[in-house]
């Protein structure tokens, strides 16, 4: 099985494709299934996910519009979190939450193994999360997932974990707007540890700025294109995973990869963070 190690720069987040709020089904559930066909059709060959999208919505649309898989699809989940009635967010988190999680999300996505698991640490939680990661070590060591990863953690976080299993990624909040984690992203690169922003583009705020606009419009790309392409050219370890619930956007999104910023860009987009 293909592992998070050998996929491309740009993938695919599956979060957009539920309906408002990250709850129900999409609006446009034909559409939803023409971005995933689309998505592989152009060689996307990673996707993120998560059973708590929808809840199930994201991980059956995958499920019944691209199973049986191609196999070089790379397929990451991440666990940690739970949906109510209400569309509430909430921690799922103890151990046995953690290991029910996994097979759910195995189950679900109609596989025996899922390449990445990330643990998403949910707004509000203190301590070590040496537990739940232990679950996830053993689930690994049995064969059920390829990689472990780690969602919303701290530079100390990585490092406590690392001494029970290998973190092969890091998946938090990181944009041309949003640069908190500028050192963290040079030391995991350091470690050969990827790192997966999320909301690349801004998430429920898109980037709105003039810079982006001018720099778009030299290259004749989108502010879109050039946000993702500073995102590529900040460090050789950044995975993409931009969301959109359009086949239009998402192919706009993956031209990305081919436009190069020159020094002056980087320079003006630095000023932006
Ligand atoms: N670990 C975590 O806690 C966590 C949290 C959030 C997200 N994620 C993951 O990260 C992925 C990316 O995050 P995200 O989807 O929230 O945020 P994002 O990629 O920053 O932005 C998605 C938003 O931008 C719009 N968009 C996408 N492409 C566009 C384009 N070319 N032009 C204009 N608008 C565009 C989308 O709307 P349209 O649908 O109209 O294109 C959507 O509203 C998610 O899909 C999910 O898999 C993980």
């Not at 490092?159 to 949003?178: D, K, M, R, S, T």
Request: hydrophobic share 40%; glycine share 10%; aromatic share 6%.
């Amino acid at each position: 099985m293909k592992r998070l190690s050998d996929v491309k720069r740009i993938g695919f987040g599956a979060m957009r494709l539920t309906g408002p709020g990250i709850f129900g089904p999409p609006a446009d559930p034909a559409e939803a299934r023409r971005v995933l066909l689309r998505a592989v059709d152009l060689g996307v060959d990673h996707i993120d996910t998560s059973d708590y999208y929808g809840p199930y919505v994201a991980n059956d649309l995958i499920r019944e519009t691209l199973h049986p898989y191609p196999p070089e699809l790379v397929l990451v989940t991440k666990v940690g979190a739970r949906r109510s009635d209400d569309g509430g967010w909430h921690p799922a988190f103890s151990p046995d939450e953690i290991r029910s999680a996994v097979h759910d999300n195995l189950g679900r996505l109609g596989v025996e193994r899922i390449a990445a698991v990330n643990l998403r640490k949910m707004d509000g939680w203190e301590g070590s999360m040496a537990d739940q990661w232990t679950v996830l070590a053993e689930l690994r060591m049995q064969g059920l997932i390829g990689d472990l990863g780690l969602s919303s953690v701290s530079p100390a976080e990585v490092e406590e974990l690392q001494q029970i299993a290998p973190v092969a990624c890091v998946q938090n909040h990181y944009n041309l707007a949003h640069r908190q984690d500028d050192d963290f992203i040079d030391a995991l690169n350091e470690q050969g540890i990827f790192y997966v922003p999320f909301f690349p583009l801004g998430g429920f705020n898109p980037l709105d700025v003039e810079t982006l606009d001018g720099v778009a419009a030299k290259h004749g790309a989108t502010s879109m294109q050039v946000a993702l392409a500073w995102l590529l050219q900040r460090s050789p370890n950044i995975l993409l995973i931009p969301g959109t619930s359009s086949v239009a956007h998402l192919e706009e999104n993956l031209a990305a990869g081919r436009l190069k910023l020159d020094d002056e860009d980087l320079v003006a987009l630095d000023k932006i963070g």
